[in-house]
């Protein structure tokens, strides 16, 4: 909490900056604690760390400390399927071999919340897009005829005898 007695109000995200081992907020009954300095003292222990990838989950809280890409990555794709993250990074085969240290269990897949599937902009609003550029197109071509059409129309009736 802000030092001094004084209260200070933060939003979410603000507390969410501090969600590392060096700087740890948490949010307990609507008041903001700083516990950066206990998280070594914690008898609870300070990390809990699993992973799912691939379909399989991996307790990496012994790894955190070693992982090149340092601990807030991972801490950051707990808690949901962390495959695309882990894949996208490209670990190399050595980190593929190191992952069955860690290796705890399979997850149950059905737990996992489905992806969102790509949803195409839906049909009628891409046809009704078609619809206007063909109306459009077919105005350009008539609006000049018409016009020509008046001008000769004009022309004729007002002919003198
Ligand atoms: C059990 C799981 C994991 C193991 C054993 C592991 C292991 C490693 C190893 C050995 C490296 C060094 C580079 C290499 O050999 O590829 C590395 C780098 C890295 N890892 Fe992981 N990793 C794991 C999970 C993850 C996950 C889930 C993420 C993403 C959220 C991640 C993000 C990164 C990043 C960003 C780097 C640095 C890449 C670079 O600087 O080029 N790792 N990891």
């Not at 197109?137 to 005829?145: A, M, S, Y």
Request: contains cysteine; glycine residues 8%.
């Amino acid at each position: 909490m802000g030092g001094g007695g004084e209260k200070e109000v933060y939003t979410l995200s603000e507390v969410k900056n501090h969600s590392s081992r060096e700087d740890c907020w948490l949010i307990i009954n609507g008041k903001v604690y700083d516990v950066t300095k206990f998280l070594e003292d914690h008898p609870g222990g300070d990390e809990d760390c699993w992973l799912i990838i691939n379909g399989k989950v991996y307790d990496v809280t012994k790894f955190l400390e070693d992982h090149p890409g340092g601990d807030e990555v991972l801490l950051a794709v707990t808690g949901k399927d962390a495959t695309d993250d882990f894949e996208d990074v490209g670990h190399s085969s050595t980190a593929r071999a190191m992952m069955e240290e860690y290796y705890v269990g399979e997850i149950n897949a059905s737990t996992i919340p489905t992806k969102v599937a790509y949803a195409p902009p839906k049909q009628a609003h891409y046809n009704q897009d078609k619809t206007w550029d063909f109306v459009i197109k077919i105005l350009q071509f008539l609006v000049p005829l018409a016009i020509l059409g008046l001008a000769v129309a004009v022309r004729f009736y007002t002919k003198s005898p």
